[in-house]
């Protein structure tokens, strides 16, 4: 993994401010962060036709919301060193084309859906792997990006709130303090002058400082702002054994960092007191397949027009649940006859409410499927509407392709409402597996219409 450069441009501030750049370094960098080298292609010596797009065209046609999502995505793997705001880059494409060479894809600087699901996974696995999840800071409100599984250790006072690894070799802190007077050439010069600290990298914008380099052992990255007399600062300390993991983490942190946030803040919303979503009936005695996150932490569960659900199990790895309802009558199982790798599918759900004024219809949305080449992982796109995650899936010729399950993307960067739900589909095989190990007998007669064997799933939570 590449390791700090004490050369590296400063990245835009979290609330979109550009400023100029006064360092000789690559535009759009974060500090103190070497972005991976790229291989650039030999000059074409025939003429293009005017009419083909460019893969920075190619960017600029896509949704900002998408081309925000790329870019936090492909920070997690190693390939952007850069802002994180959506807006379309020759950085942009030249990471796209790093992360094609290390797949072995030809090098276009445009993914294509299976490359741009691989990502998705990419990311998603890495995130998990170190616990990352975006938070408001208890004492002052700012938002940033934790890796928690990392620094699971935290504790807060009047002063900040820290984050640290179990032996101390991370450390994460978020310092505040009331300062009149105070400039930002002064705050980065007091943070210079702390003991054992050795400055590589520095810069000084009007309403941010940014300073990296060494801390006795340790690499250290600062960021720092102030508003209204009170400063804020962000200090990641981290043993150089972990550079490895630490320096993407790094990146993604300090476009993730608003120390002083408002109105809409980046990262996925928070739960909704009523959340709406799809079960398939898979027994006639009452047996529910869901979504786990759909029903989870829910104070009750009702499956409509049928009452209260009782949760029988759930599997936390592939995020499936078992509800069970009692007294039905005439339930229609869905058939779980396995699909043999479906490259569309059909996904028999019911929307959420407010998506179609107040109903309750059972309708049917098709999408592609992806393998992501990670893990036997499936991308679905385009992804569904909100209140399909837990709709069923069935091919072409009606047999079980598995169930459906909708994420929001936690996405490092400015706030941007445009980024799009995340679907993947869970595989016939492992829900028949998680199904056999909760003692439900799957049923196998493919004529019955799907519509029948879905419901409508409400959690109710606090």
Not at 87 to 108: E, L, N, W
Not at 202 to 212: E, G, H, I, R, T
Not at 361 to 389: C, D, I, M, Q, Y
């Amino acid at each position: 993994m590449r390791s700090m450069l004490a050369a590296t441009l400063m990245m835009a501030s979290a609330t979109g401010f550009a400023a100029a750049q006064t360092a000789p370094t690559p535009s759009g960098a974060v500090p103190g962060i070497k972005p991976k080298p790229v291989t650039t292609t030999p000059v074409a010596t025939t003429p293009v036709r005017p009419a083909l797009q460019t893969p920075t065209q190619t960017a600029t046609a896509m949704a900002q919301g998408e081309r925000q999502a790329i870019q936090s995505d492909l920070a997690w793997t190693g390939d952007y060193n850069g802002v994180i705001d959506g807006q379309p880059s020759d950085r942009m494409v030249a990471a796209i084309k790093a992360f094609q060479k290390d797949h072995g894809a030809k090098q276009t600087g445009v993914l294509n859906p299976q490359e741009r699901a691989q990502l998705a996974e990419a990311s998603r696995k890495l995130q998990g792997n170190v616990g990352w999840k975006l938070v408001s800071d208890p004492v002052t409100g700012a938002r940033l990006g934790i890796p928690a599984k990392l620094v699971p250790q935290q504790t807060s006072d009047a002063n900040g709130s820290k984050w640290a690894s179990p032996t101390g070799t991370i450390q994460v802190t978020l310092a505040r303090r009331k300062e009149a007077g105070v400039t930002i050439a002064k705050l980065a010069d007091q943070e210079k002058k702390e003991a054992g600290r050795q400055v590589s990298y520095s810069a000084v914008k009007p309403d941010f400082f940014v300073l990296s380099g060494l801390q006795g052992q340790k690499k250290f990255y600062i960021r720092g702002a102030f508003k209204d007399a009170e400063v804020r600062i962000l200090t990641i300390l981290y043993d150089q054994a972990t550079e490895g993991t630490m320096e993407p983490v790094v990146i993604v942190m300090s476009s993730a960092f608003n120390p002083f946030p408002t109105g809409v803040l980046a990262g996925p919303p928070p739960r909704k007191k009523v959340e709406y979503s799809t079960g398939a009936i898979v027994s006639d005695d009452g047996a529910i397949l869901a979504d786990r996150e759909a029903v989870d932490a829910c104070l009750s569960i009702v499956v409509a027009g049928h009452g209260n659900a009782d949760l029988a199990a759930t599997d936390k790895t592939n995020d499936l649940a078992l509800l069970r309802i009692y007294g039905a009558r005439g339930l229609k199982p869905l058939a779980l006859s396995a699909a043999k790798a479906p490259a569309t599918v059909d996904l028999t759900g019911i929307a959420d409410p407010q998506s179609q004024g107040g109903g309750a219809a059972v309708t049917v949305a098709r999408a592609g499927v992806a393998p992501t080449g990670s893990n036997g992982a499936l991308a679905l796109s385009p992804p569904p509407g909100l209140g399909f995650s837990g709709a069923p899936a069935r091919d072409t010729d009606g047999k079980f392709a598995g169930i459906t399950l909708l994420r929001p993307p936690q996405v490092a960067g400015p706030a941007n409402s445009a980024v799009a739900t995340q679907a993947t589909l869970v595989d016939a095989d492992t829900v028949r597996k998680f199904l056999a190990g909760a003692g439900v007998r799957p049923a196998t007669d493919t004529s019955a219409d799907s519509k029948a064997s879905v419901v409508r799933v409400i959690c109710v939570r606090k």
